[in-house]
């Protein structure tokens, strides 16, 4: 029997008002393995209406030190339950169990550090050149707050955006993608047993119909997304409508950088990492590898030796490395991506193909994908594949490596392989991306921003920056004289 979802609307569990629902599919078996709600409009007002007024009535006259309970309450229930949480989250969307078990691990890290800012939402005082005026600032919540994730990774995605919206005093309506929205209404359960009071956090659930219902509401006062760029734009432009502040966190063809004095064995497992990890449908994937002429061929056989190595296999195996691609049309476009490549001439050294396997016949199973001399201009080298698809491109020098690098309309994450310190500074300065890692790659922290430049969004997601997003700042100005002239007589 497949598992029946019901949406969270002020507290209540409920089914959409027209009773519409749809089937999540296990992209291991393609079996329906649970139902969920489609949202109408009415069921978006009501959620928008719920987060409005309890804002309004009483969450924002909640104290940093409540907030801050409450959210370490949360993460200790997320981190109790983490291995089921994680085993629903791989059967949503494919992604092998050891990763989804530190994801939840990693959420409940980002709960426990922004509830460590909710006390201290300090403003400011400004002194002006009038002595007797006094002056002020105030950081205030921004109210309702529209929360819009993807399915590659439900939960710590979430993580980035409620928890800094719950600790500045925020109320939200989230919407978690179609294809992965399980483990996020699990996770209001969890929002409920953590004592929340009702309406702070509600979600609803469907397809980009409730998308566009919440970005075009003028109840909205802040909007935060993450996924495909063009979708990001849509989100924009109906943001604009009622010029609703928007954080976006989209795709990226992110450069990762091989010079020939790096630490070879460790560059080509950070290499593989950054593409193979969550079977390439990571924002940040490393899709592009570039190498230094003089470790070439090197590099090319030491990656093509490790991919022959990675398991494939069923996701919620603790032995399995790369599981399926999430879904049908994923598993299609990458697919798609592989035949253009090798139609441009890339060539294509190892995998790309539909995995047949008795075992994985039933998913949907792509092996790595290795393309080597491959043209920058390229449509595998300049488009987002979101799969496990690397592309390899020689470069010469440092100033031609960095130029291939820039050579993309994203900007969001990088890498560097080097032992040169000076190379590293001059390179990160450089390089077009919100994120340089240098001698790793994939490593993230709640203390560190996240976000990109360019088509890669804009808005900064973890750390003290994160917390900005969901913030605005009053002034306020004081007359401290006695002074009873014509104010516009006296000089400020």
């Known amino acids: 029997m497949a598992a029946h979802y019901q949406m969270l609307i002020k507290g209540r569990w409920v089914d959409s008002s027209t009773k519409e629902r749809f089937p999540s599919i296990n992209p291991f078996n393609q079996e329906v393995w649970s139902e969920i709600p489609q949202a109408s409009e009415e069921d978006v007002n009501e959620a928008i209406e719920a987060a409005r007024t309890t804002f309004d009535t009483s969450w924002k006259h909640v104290n940093g030190l409540e907030r801050a309970r409450l959210l370490m309450k949360f993460a200790d229930l997320l981190d109790e339950d983490a291995e089921r949480m994680a085993a629903l989250e791989t059967t949503d969307n494919g992604k092998v169990i050891r990763e989804t078990t530190n994801q939840m691990h990693f959420a409940a890290r980002n709960y426990r550090f922004f509830a460590g800012y909710a ?9 002006l050149d009038n002595p007797m005026m ?57 929002i409920q047993k953590a004592g929340f009071p009702d309406g702070v956090v509600n979600i609803v659930t469907g397809d980009g119909r409730v998308g566009n219902y919440l970005t075009q509401h003028p109840g909205v006062n ?3 997304f993450t996924g495909g760029t063009e979708t990001g734009k849509l989100i924009s432009r109906n943001a604009s409508q009622n010029l609703i502040p928007v954080t976006l966190e989209l795709g990226g063809k992110s450069p990762n950088i091989i010079f020939d004095d790096a630490d070879i064995h460790a560059a080509v497992i950070g290499a593989v990492a950054g593409i193979y990890g969550a079977s390439g449908q990571t924002c940040i994937a490393g899709s592009r590898l570039l190498v230094q002429h003089s470790v070439y061929d090197e ?22 490395e790369m599981g399926p ?25 190892y995998g790309g193909h539909a995995v047949t396997d008795h075992e994985l016949k039933n998913g949907y199973f792509i092996a790595p994908a290795i393309f080597i001399d491959v043209d920058n201009k390229s449509t595998i080298a300049q488009e987002e594949i979101f799969g496990p698809v690397l592309s390899v491109i020689p470069f010469t020098d440092q100033d031609e490596a960095v ?18 310190v000076k190379r590293v500074h001059r390179l990160a300065r450089q390089i077009q991306a919100g994120t340089v890692w240098v001698n790793t790659y994939r490593t993230s922290a709640a203390q560190a921003p996240f976000g990109g430049v360019k088509l890669s969004g804009h808005g900064r997601e973890r750390g003290w920056h994160a917390l900005l997003e969901y913030t605005q700042i009053k002034n306020i100005m004081l007359n401290l004289s006695d002074d009873t002239r014509d104010p516009f007589s006296i000089q400020m």
């Open 403 to 420: 130029q291939i690098a820039n050579d993309s309309k994203y900007g969001l994450a990088s890498g560097i392989w080097t032992s040169n």
């Open 325 to 349: 691609a999430a879904n049908k049309p994923q598993y299609d476009r990458i697919l798609g991506m592989i035949s253009k490549g090798k139609d441009e001439g890339a060539k294509l050294v």
């Open 299 to 320: 590099v090319i056989q030491k990656i093509v030796d490790k991919a022959k190595t990675i398991r494939l296999g069923n996701p919620i195996d603790p032995l399995t």
């Open 222 to 224: 802040k909007i935060s």
């Open 134 to 190: 006094f002056d002020y600032t105030l950081r205030e919540a921004v109210g309702v707050v529209v929360l819009i994730t993807s399915w590659n990774s439900p939960i710590a995605i979430l993580a980035n955006k409620l928890a800094p919206a719950l600790a500045a005093g925020n109320t939200v309506v989230i919407k978690p993608s179609e294809h992965t929205s399980a483990t996020t209404l699990e996770l209001g359960k969890l």
């Open 119 to 127: 006390d201290k939402l300090y403003g400011e005082v400004i002194p």
